[in-house]
């Protein structure tokens, strides 16, 4: 099971938990009725004790809220999925584009590496198995060619291990960036379903005097956790964006300087990757930016001290393997 088939069974996760809150609904009911008839009963009688007429309009407050409890699935979270929903597809079509380009120059970029290196007769034998036949047949049994032999036997050796150490490290960090981003949206479905079955209850709670800011500080959580997957979305298609203008250099330099390592290029997507990875905890807090949710800081700054604490076990483990052992291989 990939990465992408998660990230879905977390929005059917979510679909499938959300009506829930209609379970919720008798409880809110109840806790709303109560608050409604001392909230009606106070301001009721300041008003005849003052011999002041009666002021009708603050007295719905506690009746628009009880129709948003009755329809909460419909009314509040329908409306709301419906106008975040379009940013959402917006940003993951983004992505998807940015994507699709590191991809189609990803396979530009390894195919012009491929002829670069064989037109190189020092270095064709290396990626070419025909090639490497033929200079074997070209030699003979003499001390001098079964040493020349045995010297393309060990560099085609330490190029597909050089290589295999590199593809190694690639795939170690985009396993543990895949896994920041899917940490990050199991939080995010986690919170939706958390705040969606219990925000009957938060919007009950709201019609209390005293209490009136809880539907306010729902929403602005709410939108704010919401935010995430966007966020996110635009995070990964900035990283693809370098990618993308990382491999438009590499294929230029490829096409022109044929003296280019391509080494270079893979410390530089390594480097990236790791940044990618520790930003990917500061997500939340970027999300908090748009939407200011209070009660979300002291969350926030765990998640930045495990980021930090997190990319400097991650920039340190793969700084020390890579030039103890691939740094020997490549030089």
Same mark, same amino acid.
């Given at each position: 099971?990939?990465?992408?088939?998660?990230?879905?069974?977390?929005?059917?996760?979510? %679909?499938?938990?959300?009506?829930?809150?209609?379970?919720? $609904?008798?409880?809110?009911?109840?806790?709303?009725? %109560?608050? $409604?008839?001392?909230?009606?009963?106070?301001?009721?009688? !300041?008003?005849?004790?003052?011999?002041?007429?009666?002021?009708?309009?603050?007295?719905?407050?506690?009746?628009?809220?009880?129709?948003?409890?009755?329809?909460?699935?419909?009314?509040?979270?329908?409306?709301?999925? $419906?106008?975040?929903?379009?940013?959402?597809?917006?940003?993951? !079509?983004?992505?998807?584009?940015q994507v699709?380009?590191? &991809? /189609?120059?990803?396979? !530009? /970029?390894?195919?012009?590496?491929?002829?670069?290196?064989? *037109?190189?007769?020092?270095?064709a034998y290396?990626?070419? &198995?025909?090639e490497f036949?033929?200079?074997?047949?070209?030699?003979?049994?003499?001390?001098?060619?079964?040493?020349?032999?045995?010297?393309?036997?060990?560099?085609?050796?330490?190029? &597909?291990?050089?290589?295999?150490?590199?593809?190694?490290?690639?795939?170690? %960090?985009?396993?543990? #960036?895949?896994? $920041?981003?899917?940490?990050?949206?199991?939080?995010?479905?986690?919170?939706?379903?958390?705040?969606?079955?219990?925000?009957?209850?938060? #919007?009950?709670?709201?019609?209390?005097?005293? #209490?009136?800011?809880?539907?306010?500080?729902?929403?602005? *959580?709410?939108?704010?956790?919401?935010?995430?997957?966007?966020?996110?979305?635009?995070?990964?298609?900035?990283?693809? /964006?370098?990618?993308?203008?990382?491999?438009?250099?590499?294929?230029? *330099?490829?096409?022109?300087?044929?003296?280019?390592?391509?080494?270079?290029?893979?410390?530089?997507?390594?480097?990236?990757?790791?940044?990618?990875?520790?930003?990917? #905890?500061?997500?939340?807090?970027?999300?908090?930016?748009?939407?200011?949710?209070?009660?979300?800081?002291?969350?926030?700054?765990?998640?930045?001290?495990?980021?930090? /604490?997190?990319?400097?076990?991650?920039?340190?483990?793969?700084?020390?393997?890579?030039?103890?052992?691939?740094?020997?291989?490549?030089?």
């Amino acid at each position: 099971m990939g990465f992408d088939n998660l990230h879905q069974i977390l929005r059917d996760l979510y %679909l499938e938990m959300m009506p829930l809150c209609a379970t919720m $609904a008798g409880v809110a009911k109840g806790i709303a009725g %109560l608050g $409604a008839l001392f909230y009606v009963a106070y301001r009721v009688w !300041q008003s005849l004790a003052r011999t002041e007429p009666i002021d009708v309009y603050p007295l719905l407050r506690p009746f628009a809220i009880g129709l948003c409890i009755m329809f909460f699935p419909t009314i509040v979270l329908g409306t709301l999925n $419906a106008v975040l929903s379009p940013v959402v597809k917006g940003t993951n !079509q983004l992505l998807e584009s940015q994507v699709m380009d590191m &991809n /189609k120059y990803q396979q !530009q /970029k390894d195919m012009l590496e491929y002829e670069a290196m064989m *037109r190189d007769p020092t270095t064709a034998y290396l990626v070419s &198995n025909e090639e490497f036949d033929r200079k074997l047949d070209e030699l003979g049994w003499s001390p001098t060619d079964l040493m020349t032999i045995a010297g393309m036997y060990v560099e085609r050796a330490m190029y &597909n291990m050089r290589k295999a150490i590199r593809n190694m490290f690639r795939e170690i %960090l985009e396993l543990i #960036f895949q896994a $920041a981003a899917l940490l990050i949206d199991t939080l995010r479905t986690f919170f939706l379903i958390v705040l969606s079955i219990l925000g009957p209850v938060a #919007f009950a709670f709201s019609v209390w005097d005293g #209490f009136q800011a809880t539907m306010m500080q729902w929403f602005n *959580r709410y939108i704010s956790v919401y935010l995430w997957l966007p966020v996110a979305d635009l995070f990964s298609a900035i990283l693809a /964006k370098i990618q993308v203008l990382i491999l438009q250099n590499d294929i230029e *330099r490829l096409a022109t300087d044929p003296t280019f390592s391509i080494d270079a290029s893979n410390g530089v997507y390594i480097v990236f990757t790791i940044i990618g990875i520790i930003g990917y #905890f500061t997500i939340p807090t970027v999300a908090n930016w748009i939407i200011q949710a209070g009660g979300m800081g002291n969350y926030g700054r765990n998640v930045n001290v495990a980021a930090v /604490k997190g990319g400097s076990f991650v920039a340190g483990a793969t700084g020390a393997a890579a030039g103890n052992i691939a740094g020997r291989l490549i030089h």
